[in-house]
């Protein structure tokens, strides 16, 4: 590259093309096997996707808001000045605020829902450490992650994975089917130990108290849901935080605005009943199952809704 060449300026089109870029990269290195550049390469390609889709709404969604000179990059005073001082937002923020912003975008909580993608790939750029235990899922992720992003910034999906497209497809429906027949199977399982446990000549006070809150098990974290098994109690659990909702009322007829409803909600990441011994040790398993993901606790307290109101 020539050294007088202008510098690259930061946008949709820059990005989506990095990120195409960065994808076919990853998808040849996951052919040769080299498994850790394959998640570095695709941690970069869904970074600068989910950028290019804020970017095409507003720069100043992509830039660090604590640094002035990027936004005034963002919007636009002096951009050939300021091209090479831009910081941008981390890979975890500007996915958070796709989905703030996209009401399509499936992983409603990113940090949560693709944390083996974030942290993988960023212990891989930041440490070269890597667990391969999450290797294969968090490949899958990226590509379901990418294909939302690449639709909703008004791209054609197979114009971008090009001559890998039919590969990608395979792999995100055999995703999809593994875990459909694992939580199958689990679930037979459990109803087959739950009829030769009790039979069908069942003791309700015997089912109750094995039903109990299992002993060790914070309520803070858990929550009891009905077994797609056995029809008793089970637990499920996950990590709990605060979040809220606009809270609407009617007054003559017409809904009013009347604040924020503040609540802690449990993330759900696994299930496991005590009467049946089911077990779904991980989040799209318990989905699979039909057990809801994200449930509701309790209402903050007002000391509560203040912290809430800090984090906002």
Not at 130 to 138: D, F, I, M, T, V
Not at 233 to 261: H, K, T
Request: hydrophobic share 40%; net charge negative.
């Amino acid at each position: 590259m020539a050294m007088d060449q202008e510098p690259t300026h930061l946008s949709t089109e820059s990005l989506f093309a990095s990120a195409q870029r960065f994808m076919k990269s990853a998808l040849s290195d996951l052919e040769h096997k080299r498994m850790d550049m394959a998640l570095l390469h695709l941690g970069v390609a869904i970074e600068h996707l989910a950028k290019a889709y804020l970017a095409s709404i507003s720069l100043s969604l992509v830039v660090d808001p604590k640094h002035v000179t990027s936004l005034f990059y963002a919007v636009g005073v002096n951009r050939k000045k300021y091209a090479e001082l831009v910081l941008t937002i981390s890979m975890k923020d500007a996915l958070k605020r796709v989905a703030m912003l996209l009401e399509t975008f499936p992983f409603r909580k990113p940090e949560d829902d693709l944390k083996d993608l974030i942290h993988t790939r960023n212990g891989i750029a930041h440490a070269a450490m890597w667990n391969p235990r999450y290797g294969e899922k968090a490949f899958i992720l990226g590509l379901q992650t990418a294909e939302h992003l690449v639709l909703a910034i008004g791209k054609d999906a197979a114009t971008f994975w090009g001559q890998y497209r039919a590969k990608v497809s395979v792999m995100m429906r055999d995703r999809r089917l593994a875990i459909k027949d694992i939580a199958a199977v689990r679930i037979e399982a459990a109803k087959r130990e739950f009829e030769s446990r009790f039979g069908s000549d069942v003791d309700e006070d015997l089912l109750r108290k094995i039903e109990g809150v299992p002993a060790g098990l914070s309520t803070d974290d858990a929550a009891p849901v009905t077994c797609p098994a056995c029809g008793r109690l089970g637990y499920v659990q996950g990590d709990s935080e605060l979040e809220g909702e606009p809270d609407w009322d009617i007054a003559d007829g017409e809904p009013y605005f009347n604040g924020v409803y503040v609540f802690w909600e449990l993330r759900v990441n696994s299930f496991a009943c005590q009467v049946c011994k089911l077990e779904l040790p991980t989040r799209e398993l318990v989905e699979e199952a039909g057990i809801p993901t994200e449930i509701e606790l309790r209402p903050a307290t007002k000391e509560e809704e203040g912290d809430y109101y800090l984090d906002y």
